[in-house]
């Protein structure tokens, strides 16, 4: 299902005023860019003119092929590995919105597209201010931390309410990366900034951790702030068709991560929280993808009815639930992954009131929108099991619901859980 209609186009995807004038010969054009899918669309683009690859680039239909409709990552990362560098540029500089969002190509290479989109979009006198507040978040959330890791802009689509997906460390080199998915509410116009911030405090987290992280395939660690897909708000809350399009949108980005580590995959885990939960629930029992660990935090359930159903490594599914979050433990889409029989490792996430309350270090998370603040016991256990250090977390086996006392039953109105709600940043 396509996230957005198709008639909805964003500035970097308008068509040419004029179209321009097709090369002669074996040169592929705008139509035959259009039409093409699979290895074929590759073949077609790395042959194409610079006049017909600079209208692609402006074109929906093609946008919608290399965004919504890919070849695989394995097929993308060998068209490309087969180019050369002068024809890998021209790429870059003539097709970047293609480029950018091409699962399986080096991301050093996205990252150079999706800037240039980036760049090109806030300069461009067509580009509107819905655009630009997007794009903003965008540009504000890639400036560099001071003494923080690299950021990579993994993808951008601004048809909608927009896609974006920025990396914090060395996806090419990390032994661990994990990549989180949000819940409702969540736009790229609206929580990127805040998004990715929340991505640096658990990769902050993690690598305070990191001298005694498990042994994997690389070194250092990355993690993904992946607002990758259209997250519900009020018209679309009860439904699960976001989450289903989602999945599949999860299944591509992993499998494009794994793939450029072909032989070398890093250790894969997926943090999920809320209505995420349930797009990842629904991911990894899809047979397409992944990952050695899932953590769903304040999950309001799937049709997943056991972790033997999802690819995820032995013994690593874990659930976590904050004192007086009105959601997790719901069921509300389905079985809960907390419960009784599922599989999962409940997280005690009981922790203190505060750090001085029976000498515990960490605090206890409250509420729904609580669980990766700095300073609790949720973005502790979290970052213990991306460096594969579960063993160290502090589990409870299946009695109980896990989420404290107090806890209220479900109905629609308690999914009015906003991210504006959330406390402001020191």
Do not use: C
Not at 49 to 72: E, G, I, K, N
Not at 131 to 160: I, N
Not at 278 to 286: E, F, G, K
Not at 295 to 318: C, E, I, K, M, N
Request: zero cysteines.
């Amino acid at each position: 299902m396509p996230e957005a209609p198709s008639d909805v186009v964003a500035v970097v995807h308008r068509t040419a005023d004029a179209q321009p004038q097709v090369a002669s010969g074996a040169h592929p054009d705008l139509a035959d860019l259009q039409a093409d899918h699979g290895r074929a669309f590759l073949d077609d683009l790395s042959t194409a003119s610079r006049a017909v690859l600079a209208a692609a680039d402006r074109d929906p239909r093609v946008a919608a092929t290399a965004m919504d409709d890919p070849p695989s990552a394995a097929v993308a990362r060998s068209w490309w590995a087969g180019l050369g560098a002068g024809v890998q540029a021209r790429l870059e500089q003539d097709a970047p919105v293609v480029v950018g969002n091409l699962d399986g190509l080096p991301y050093a290479a996205r990252d150079r597209a999706n800037r240039t989109v980036l760049a090109r979009a806030l300069a461009d006198d067509r580009t509107t201010a819905s655009e630009r507040a997007m794009l903003g978040q965008v540009r504000a959330s890639l400036v560099p931390d001071p003494d923080g890791p690299p950021k990579t802009l993994m993808a951008l689509d601004t048809r909608g309410s927009g896609r974006a997906a920025i990396a914090l460390g060395d996806l090419s080199t990390a032994a661990d990366v994990t990549v989180v998915v949000p819940g409702m509410f969540f736009t790229v116009t609206g929580q990127m900034v805040d998004f990715t911030a929340t991505a640096g405090d658990l990769y902050d987290e993690q690598a305070t951790l990191s001298p005694i992280a498990a042994p994997g395939a690389g070194t250092g660690l990355a993690v993904v702030a992946w607002m990758g897909y259209r997250t519900p708000d009020l018209s679309n809350i009860l439904s699960l068709d976001l989450a289903k399009t989602g999945a599949h949108r999860l299944e591509r980005v992993v499998d494009g991560i794994q793939q450029t580590r072909a032989g070398a995959e890093p250790r894969m885990g997926i943090v999920a929280h809320s209505y995420g939960s349930t797009t990842a629930l629904i991911a990894l029992s899809s047979g397409h993808m992944h990952a050695d660990s899932l953590t769903l935090l304040g999950s309001p359930g799937s049709d997943v009815r056991s972790a033997s159903q999802l690819a995820v490594g032995a013994g690593g599914v874990f659930v976590g639930g904050a004192h007086w979050d009105p959601i997790a433990g719901s069921g509300y889409f389905g079985v809960d992954p907390g419960g009784a029989g599922f599989g999962s490792t409940v997280l005690d996430l009981a922790g203190g009131i505060d750090t001085a309350d029976a000498g515990d270090v960490f605090r206890r998370p409250i509420g729904h929108n609580d669980y990766l603040k700095p300073g609790t016991a949720s973005l502790h256990d979290v970052a213990l099991i991306a460096v594969g250090r579960s063993d160290l977390v502090r589990g409870r086996d299946h009695r109980g619901n896990g989420r404290g006392e107090g806890l209220v039953q479900v109905s629609p109105d308690m999914f009015l859980v906003r991210p504006q709600d959330l406390q402001p940043r020191d």
